[in-house]
């Protein structure tokens, strides 16, 4: 791991800031939306600088190519692209037009080249069919076969010329610094550009041993097609194996190009490729960065406080931010709850309490609304809630085997909200609570005879009656 986030020490930075020099990972900085004059294009800014922070590399997120290899032979497995892949294999049967045949494998090669555009810019997944990637771009595969055929052309010239073994050479060597032609052409659309021994000499010693491994690794995949149709070719009748070998020329192109453009990704920013950091997926899900909202911004504001050990500080911002009018979300709630707690700053904690305790309630948190609960009742003995929550924790109180607590909270409620709509049902599980908890049935009978007394027209009532007539009766 080269650098670690300032506020999760466990976790790899992805940003640094210029200013403070601090790197963060990808929760900690600030996402702001940088609006629709910059194509609302997400900004992420450092927590303490608010200035933008730069992407310090992808070789944390991105593992080296040769590290996912299994998962190359699989990128074209799904319906769309082999479907496709299989039909363009058609061409290969079709021996009686050239032109055909040569249609054929530009739509093969756009396709890859779509992959690798794709690839490069962290989508691991093959591009849809059912867009324009198929015709979009005509003019790129044009460049690629324009280039493939000057390379064709120029290694026979030289075969010819000087010989098989010159020729050889010229081949390997062209084979070898292809993959750097097609990184190129894709950085800069330029055939001429890539035809210059200045830009594609310079490619294989920018990526280093990796380039080497990716050209060894392209280099069986030209030869995969034929190894693939002498292993099969015992179990299929003969007019087929021209379509096998088309199939699996246009299966093994597709992985080449995916390889090729993920060695972009890898190596971008030595060869210096502007990829969207935004989107690397290893799925298809849509997923749409969001802006951080106010409460998150507060959050994130204060973990950074805290994180320099300004806790005072930190306090008062979330004190100012909320005379401000700022609410709170259940994750800010409870991070500033748990660090009034540990500064002992039990007024305003006990203060808090009811925010916190209200969003533990709604999710739900049994074990996290009870020891919250129990700190403040320590601090004051009188505290209450909103009717709601105390509802809630009586019956958290009772389920977890403190009935006599239960009673405490849910005739706290009753005394302090009278009028309250959770009253009757707090009256009766309170009776419930001392008839099956605590057995005393004379308590039991005492409060249901309150409760039948002042609702009798609660929709309850008639359940109320019932259990007082089980708990009499029996
Ligand atoms: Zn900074
Ligand atoms: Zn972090």
Not at 153 to 162: E, M
């Amino acid at each position: 791991m080269e650098s670690a986030c300032y506020i999760h020490p466990t976790r790899p930075a992805h940003w640094k800031c210029p200013k403070c020099n601090q790197t963060y990972c990808s929760d900690c900085v600030i996402k702001h939306d940088a609006g629709p004059m910059a194509g609302n294009r997400i900004m992420r800014m450092c927590p303490k600088c608010t200035v933008e922070t730069s992407w310090i590399g992808s070789s944390d997120i991105i593992k080296p190519f040769w590290e996912r290899l299994p998962k190359f032979f699989t990128y074209p497995l799904s319906l769309g692209p082999m479907i496709y892949m299989a039909f363009l294999a058609l061409g290969a049967l079709v021996t009686w037009s050239w032109i055909v045949q040569l249609v054929c494998w530009a739509l093969v090669l756009n396709y890859s080249y779509a992959a690798l555009r794709q690839t490069a810019q962290g989508r691991l997944v093959p591009p849809p069919l059912w867009d324009d990637t198929a015709t979009k771009n005509l003019g790129q595969v044009l460049k690629q076969l324009v280039l493939y055929i000057i390379l064709l052309v120029v290694s026979f010239a030289i075969l010819t010329k000087f010989g098989p073994i010159i020729g050889m050479l010229f081949v390997l060597l062209t084979l070898f610094l292809l993959p750097s032609m097609i990184i190129i052409l894709v950085n800069t659309q330029s055939l001429l550009t890539t035809l210059s021994p200045n830009a594609f000499l310079a490619i294989p010693f920018k990526i280093g041993k990796g380039y080497f491994i990716m050209f060894v690794f392209l280099t069986l995949l030209l030869f995969a097609p034929y190894s693939l149709l002498i292993w099969v070719s015992p179990g299929i009748p003969p007019y087929l194996y021209k379509y096998v070998l088309g199939f699996a020329e246009n299966y093994y192109t597709l992985i080449s190009y995916h390889l090729m453009g993920y060695v972009l990704l890898q190596y971008h920013d030595r060869i210096g490729y502007e990829i969207g950091i935004d989107d690397i997926k290893d799925s298809d899900a849509p997923r749409k960065e969001k802006a951080d909202d106010a409460e998150t911004l507060a959050l994130k504001r204060l973990e950074m406080l805290c994180r320099d050990g300004k806790f005072d500080d930190a306090i008062a911002h979330i004190q100012k931010w909320q005379n401000e009018g700022g609410a709170f979300n259940p994750e800010l709630s409870k991070r500033y709850f748990d660090l009034l707690k540990s500064r002992q700053m039990t007024t305003e904690m006990v203060k808090h309490a009811n925010t916190y305790l209200g969003f533990a309630v709604d999710q739900g948190k049994k074990n996290e609304a009870l020891d919250a609960y129990n700190i403040c009742i320590a601090e004051d003995p009188k505290i209450t809630f909103d009717p709601k929550i105390m509802f809630k924790l009586g019956e958290w109180l009772a389920d977890t085997g403190h009935p006599k607590d239960a009673i405490k909270i849910l005739s706290r409620l009753t005394k302090t909200f009278p009028d309250d709509p959770q009253v009757p049902m707090s009256y009766f599980r309170a009776a419930q609570i001392y008839n099956d908890r605590l057995m005393d049935l004379a308590s039991a009978k005492k409060i249901l005879k309150i409760l039948i007394k002042k609702f009798p027209e609660h929709d309850m009532a008639p359940k109320f009656q019932n259990y007082q007539a089980h708990i009499s009766g029996g």
